[in-house]
């Protein structure tokens, strides 16, 4: 079999990384050589996003560049894969000729085919069952290589209303304890330090396959190896069992650090969006996890503007951000996906409304998160070092407060040198945009 040299780029959520690298393995074990740059390719494999707008709008100015890059001889052919051609795959191939072959979401293991079919000069288009796909094998990791992450599950059943993802991704698949543990020792021997457990839904591992929730003895299993932090993303709050909280307050590797996506807190538009349990519920849970799990940082997901939230179950929205005073919150404005039940329901707020409730959430957040900064100056930290960062002139690593990608950094100053990949002790003596600076403690 030919051999060619073979350029990924991976779009959206760190799942559909965990997707790339997977597809990258295949190729290099065919024979392929795989690279980031697409430039001088012979193909480029597209890995995109499909689940709300903005995830469209980026991965088809993706495909444009890419597309450019063809027509000016310097890329061979091109493959999109992942949600977008799991979504669109009529449209994709008849409204965008530069594309040259789709795969599905159900199809990330027929890449090496779908390779040899595009450069012989056909149109492959491979759309496995998305209920029913291979999560086992190997991977050819991309973030740096202190971190990686571990995917327990794909697909999900919680059917929100608002949500694509069950659409796309398929039923909620736990992968095998022994499979998962066999990936964290590969891990862990590689030198990977910070583990990062992942799933749309991480609580419910190991309920479809062993008839009962199982992600409290995976942690106790993932702990006796040798990493140094464990995070967790994320925690849905209705499965949230005192078992679980146990194991995370009591396990020193597992940072106090929860993604619980709540959405909203108006019982009503919580109804509406199709989430278990009520705002009292809720309530009661957030202070149960800050009493049990001292020094817990809490992350959730918030969307405005779903349709019925009037004023007052945004006024209540906004003073629930005041009073809980959650510390790192991602606000994103709702998207009309069609297909969804969301998308056609009565009520609907209109873009400008919406959007402008966004900023405001976004204001309020900020004050709560500088607030909370401000509360750390003068304590040390652990830090992972992330390397020197030449524009800021000092070195930048995160707290166990801060997930890769999506929180903030701490940007310190050290007087010898310090390798990435390395935990240092941090005094906190500043803030800065929502990033926190210190000077490490010798």
């Known amino acids: 079999m030919s051999s060619y040299k073979v350029a990924f780029i991976s779009l959206g959520c760190a799942k559909n990384l965990v997707n790339t690298e997977q597809m990258m393995d295949l190729a290099r074990a065919a024979g392929h050589t795989v690279t980031a740059e697409p430039d001088g390719a ?35 052919k091109l493959l999109v ?70 995917k327990i ?21 736990s992968r095998t304890m022994d499979s998962l543990l ?19 839904d991480i609580t419910r591992y190991g309920v479809d396959l062993y008839g009962k929730h199982r992600l409290a003895d995976l942690l106790n299993e993932l702990c006796k190896l040798d990493f140094h932090w464990i995070r967790l993303h994320y925690l849905y709050p209705d499965e949230l069992d005192d078992e679980l909280i146990d194991v995370i307050a009591e396990e020193k590797k597992i940072l106090k650090y929860i993604d619980i996506p709540l959405q909203h807190i108006n019982d009503g538009i919580l109804k ?68 969804t039940p969301a998308a056609v329901m009565e009520g609907q707020v209109d873009a400008d409304t919406a959007q402008r409730r966004v900023e405001l959430l976004v204001d309020l957040q ?7 900064n401000e509360s750390r100056l003068g304590e040390t930290v652990e830090v992972l070092c992330e390397g020197f960062d030449a524009e800021a002139g000092c070195y930048a690593g995160r707290t166990y407060a801060d997930s890769p990608d999506i929180d903030g950094r701490v940007y310190f100053t050290a007087a010898g040198l310090v390798p990435a990949g390395e935990f240092v002790r941090v005094r906190l003596t500043g803030t800065e945009d929502g990033d926190m600076t210190g000077e490490i403690e010798e």
Request: hydrophobic share 35%; proline share 4%.
């Open 42 to 76: 012979d193909v480029a494999v597209l890995n995109t996003c499909g689940f709300i707008d903005s995830a469209k709008s980026e991965a088809i100015d993706n495909i444009l560049e890419l597309s450019q890059l063809k027509e000016e001889g310097r890329l061979g």
């Open 81 to 150: 894969a992942g949600c977008l051609t799991q979504r669109y795959k009529d449209e994709l191939l008849s409204e965008l000729p530069e594309v040259d072959g789709i795969l599905g979401t159900g199809s990330y293991t027929d890449i090496v085919p779908a390779i040899a079919s595009v450069m012989e000069g056909d149109q492959p288009t491979f759309f496995g069952d998305i209920h029913h796909t291979i999560e086992d094998g190997g991977r050819m990791l991309t973030t740096p290589p202190y971190t990686a992450y571990l």
């Open 153 to 173: 599950a794909e697909g999900c059943d919680n059917r929100c209303s608002y949500c694509i993802i069950p659409y796309l991704r398929g039923r909620y698949r």
């Open 182 to 200: 066999e990936e964290a020792r590969w891990l862990s021997g590689r030198g990977v330090k910070e583990l990062i457990v992942i799933a749309q």
């Open 272 to 339: 509406a969006m199709n989430r278990r349990g009520t705002k009292a519920e809720i309530l009661a849970l957030l202070h149960k996890l800050r009493e049990r799990i001292p020094g817990l940082v809490l992350r959730t997901s918030l969307i405005a503007g779903l349709p019925g939230e009037g004023e007052a179950e945004f006024e209540e929205l906004c003073d629930f951000l005041r009073q809980e005073r959650i510390e790192r919150a991602g606000i994103f404005q709702f998207s009309p996906e069609e297909g």
């Open 366 to 372: 900020s004050r709560v998160m500088d607030a909370w």
